[in-house]
């Protein structure tokens, strides 16, 4: 006799619904329109102005340093013929050339931009550094022969010889010190302190200048990123006629037609019956009642 197994069931879309389940088909939109994107901030930094007196304090500054640095170069080169010519002009012609070179390179640079910018304050600062601290040296040489020369023993611009009878040394043939040039020696003094001033000033103006500009680069700036906050409110409008929304099939599980009509899981039909009996058939609506379950809860009496 031949006998009717179960029917291969095919493999069910996890939480599968009919069309009319899902309602009447809808897109979003924009209420206030999408939001545009917007293009990379550009941070400009403004460069920390000037103001109008210290350009002018420092260019004069500057045109007075290139005056006092010719006239260091023109004092120390006026020995000569004295024994001081050699020595004088080595140590005190350097740190004259130096600034003049600088302070007229800094003339230059704001004549050709019309007063706008001029050589980095950065670069000031150690080029003035070095002018004060060569002139501060040479003007404390110079202090320090003058103070001798004047208030010291003046046997050593003379020559001596040993007298016998007085026991004693006699000074014969003196000069004056420096040759006589002691009044060029003291001016050479005087400008040598008053170029170490012109720089000294200029050294502190230019360390607040480069003071002022970096903290003008280190100001924080804050970028807000548009994509960081919600977007803006959204509705609801009806698709068209005809359109349909796609839905992607759960990973690993074939699609089924939804318009179909056969049960997800369709029961059999026939059912194995006793020898000599025909099978019994059972309408798929009509299922054998599952039997009763009873379940026992504990509830733990009350203490007395």
Known sequence: MATTGPQPQAPSQAYAQFPGAYGQPFQTYSQYGAAQPQANQQIIRAEPTETKGWKITRSALHGAGIVVAILCIALSFSFKGTTTEVFTAWYSSPAALIAFVWSLSELIVRAVQKQKAGIHPGAHVGMCLLIWLAASFVAGIHSTFA????YG???SNCDYRYDSSTQDYQYYNCTLPFNGRFGQWIALT????LLWLIYFILFIGSCIDTHKRNQAKRQRVVIVNPGSFW???????QLPQGAQIAQAPAPGIPLQN???TQP?????????SEKGKEPQRLSPTHQPAAPPQITEY???SASK
């Not at 997800?264 to 059912?271: D, G, L, S, W």
Request: proline fraction near 9%; hydrophobic fraction near 25%.
């Open 147 to 150: 103070a001798i020369s004047h």
């Open 153 to 155: 023993d003046r046997s």
């Open 190 to 193: 005087v400008f040598s302190w």
């Open 231 to 237: 977007g803006a409110g959204q509705g609801w409008q």
């Open 258 to 260: 939804r318009d179909s």
């Open 264 to 272: 997800q899981n369709p029961m059999p039909t026939e059912f194995y």
């Open 298 to 300: 504990y509830t733990p």
